[in-house]
């Protein structure tokens, strides 16, 4: 069996080499954050000993027509992927998880997925990286489709050791390494509401699109909505950092739900529509407020209800958006992927989504947003300064040309000289300010001077 080495987050000395299909299998929910459900999941080894490297996650298509284009998909943008990060990968290692439907077995959902895996195999091996490994994990149990050896995988699948009894496990707990459930639980935390909690937010999102989307788009009122939907989600944050943690995370969103009104939620939800508020949202982000905010994005994602689905893109986005400039970049990719299912041409989703993907760092963005922040608390001040002086300039205005005289003419400024019918006008200015003469000199200089 080929040895793979393997670091799941793991840096420096701390690294676990894997010895055999059982020990890769127990290490598929560390390498990913989470136990991934119903997914083709494939990893990049490099080097002699096999590094894991870039990997790919998606989910099993519902039917074996769409396999070939898929496979040959995956192949592609994992070996693509690899090479803009850490050079052409040297093969790789398949995963195929699902569970077994009603009336079927583990060993059957292996042998139904096989031809997918055969597939996968041909699609790696025509860009000439072969698959060392492919492994289908269902109900409790993994099978190899390279390994011939029964003594190590037998017809009836080999059970999956249990949870936290494993090296890797113990490696990964010391590492600070959480998995994170499975992905379906992950999802669920995302997913809207359900009847008759469903039908009342609905109800709250039309009262609050017939009055602000026409605020919106017609231009004028917009800027006001903009700001009343920021002020509502900073009242909401509030609410969220002052209620106490919980570590149950399904009794957590329910106690996030409840401090939440449907009215305020649909307000915000609509109001996210507008590019500049979503991105002057996403500027929550770090600090105390952003585990706050991601809480908050993730529950006005489980409003967008019924016809307003895909009304759910941008907090779905702004959740990702939190998560990984946190450090979760499983949770990331979960919140992007979900927001790019309900709307594949959102732009901000698309674009954080490849981000995080090819690793790049979060902080160039979080500075970009700072520095946003300071550009408008500028703006902002120096709207404010020029308007205080308009308004003394003005009053300045007032006090001199509304003055009279003691005899009822008109007032004249000192040192402005009355001129006589027909004459011309004589330049004038400010009593008690010498004339100045201009030096001779370029036009360039005087125009400095």
Not at 143 to 150: A, G, I, K, N, Q
Not at 201 to 206: G, K, P
Request: glycine content about 10%.
């Amino acid at each position: 069996m080929t040895r793979h080495n393997e670091a799941a987050g793991l840096s420096g000395d701390d690294q676990i080499t894997l010895r055999s299909p059982a020990e890769l299998a127990d290490a598929l929910p560390y390498v990913l954050g989470f136990h991934p459900d119903d997914s083709i999941v494939m990893i990049a080894l490099h080097g002699p000993r096999g590094r894991f490297g870039g990997r790919l996650r998606l989910g099993i298509p519902r039917t074996s027509e769409e396999w070939p284009e898929v496979c040959d998909q995956l192949a592609e943008c994992l070996v693509t992927g690899s090479e803009r990060r850490a050079g052409r990968p040297d093969g790789t290692v398949l995963f195929l998880c699902q569970e077994p439907a009603e009336g079927e077995s583990g060993q059957d959902v292996m042998e139904r997925l096989r031809p997918l895996a055969q597939r996968l195999r041909t699609a790696c091996g025509g860009l000439e990286v072969p698959v060392f490994e492919a492994l289908c994990i269902s109900d409790g149990r993994f099978w190899s489709y390279v390994c011939p050896d029964r003594r190590c995988c037998p017809p009836e699948g080999v059970p999956l050791t249990l949870p936290g009894t494993s090296v890797m496990a113990a490696a990964a707990t010391y590492a600070g390494i959480h998995v994170r459930g499975s992905l379906r639980e992950m999802e669920a935390r995302l997913a809207p509401l359900a009847p008759p909690r469903a039908e009342e937010q609905e109800r709250a999102l039309d009262a609050a699109g017939s009055e602000l989307v026409p605020r919106i788009l017609g231009g004028s009122d917009c800027a006001t909505v903009r700001e009343e939907t920021l002020v509502l989600v900073g009242g909401m944050l509030t609410r969220l950092r002052a209620a106490p943690p919980i570590a149950d995370s399904v009794a957590a969103d329910v106690r996030d739900d409840g401090l939440i009104g449907d009215e305020e939620a649909a307000a915000v939800i609509i109001g996210l529509q507008d590019r500049l508020a979503r991105d002057r949202a996403a500027q929550w982000m770090e600090g105390p407020e952003a585990e706050a905010a991601l809480r908050l994005w993730r529950a006005l994602a489980r409003r967008c209800v019924g016809s307003y689905g895909e009304h759910a893109a941008a907090p779905l986005t702004l959740a990702g958006w939190v998560a990984w400039s946190l450090g979760d970049e499983p949770a990331a990719r979960v919140s992007l992927g979900r927001a790019l299912c309900v709307d594949p041409h959102y732009l901000f989703a698309r674009l954080l989504h490849q981000a995080c993907n090819e690793g790049l760092d979060p902080e160039l963005l979080r500075r970009s947003l700072r520095q946003e922040r300071v550009d408008r608390a500028l703006q902002t001040a120096v709207r404010g300064e020029l308007e205080r002086l308009g308004a003394a300039a003005a009053t300045a205005s007032d006090g001199v040309s509304g003055g009279s005289s003691a005899s009822g003419g008109t007032a004249r400024p000192r040192g402005v000289r009355a001129k006589s019918p027909g004459a011309p006008a004589a330049r004038t200015r400010p009593a008690g300010r010498m004339r100045v003469r201009r030096r001779p000199g370029r036009r360039g200089d005087r125009s400095r001077h």
